[in-house]
Every structure is written in structure tokens, then in C-alpha cells.
């Protein structure tokens, strides 16, 4: 399908700088639960499933790419308000979508 660039311009990507992550034992899938700083949009949460991949201690500081005008969704408890971007590698684990060099957290995708 071909979308119009004034389809992808409503799409609101932003860097978030990742200030906390904690395993989430309720979800039904292994998850973590982040909460990322972005900037003059303040601290948002998101629940990700990335724990093949990664450990929470390492996720601390790393700037990732975020959906941030998705509607927030209720998993087991927890409001994820943001959903962290990442692509599916050959085995299966999300790489997680960063940018290459450092960016002030909030910055938006162009």
C-alpha cells in the first residue's frame, strides 16, 4: 500500500532517553517496563518486549525512537504510553531503533 507523506507526517516519532527499566512479570509475554525521558514532552512508560535481546541495566541511557501520539493501551495494569520502535531480526529477537549519534531527548523524526 502507498501512503500519502501527509500520512507519514501524522505519525509522531521522537527520541526518548531511557531513565529506568524493570522486568514486568505480569505480561503475558516477556517484557520490560521503560520509562523514557522525552524532553518537553516529559517521562512517558512503555511496556516492550525486548528481553531476548536485552537487559534492563543496559537499556538505562540509551536513546531509542518512540510512536508518542499512539492512544495509551492498559497490559496487565501497567499504561504503555509510548510504543519503542524496533525491527525483527532472522532469529526472531526486536532490535531496538536508535539513532547513530547523540540527539536531545523529545527530537522528532523527520
Excluded at 500519502?4 to 517496563?33: H, L, N, Q, S
Excluded at 543496559?58 to 525512537?65: I, K, N, P, Q, S
Excluded at 496487565?76 to 549519534?101: M, Q, Y
Amino acid at each position: 500500500m502507498i501512503i500519502d507523506y501527509t500520512d507519514f507526517e501524522r505519525v509522531d516519532i521522537r527520541a526518548g532517553r531511557v531513565i529506568a527499566a524493570e522486568p514486568f512479570p505480569e505480561a503475558r509475554k516477556p517484557a520490560y517496563r521503560l520509562h523514557l525521558d522525552f524532553g518537553e514532552l516529559g517521562v512517558k512508560q512503555s511496556s516492550a518486549q525486548i528481553t531476548r535481546r536485552y537487559a534492563c541495566e543496559e537499556l538505562v541511557g540509551r536513546t531509542l525512537l518512540a510512536v508518542v501520539n499512539f492512544p495509551p493501551r492498559r497490559i496487565a495494569g501497567f499504561v504503555s504510553e509510548v510504543l519503542v520502535l524496533g525491527v525483527v531480526s532472522g532469529d526472531g529477537d526486536v532490535v531496538l531503533v536508535a539513532p547513530d549519534f547523540d540527539v536531545a531527548p523529545g527530537a522528532r523524526l523527520l
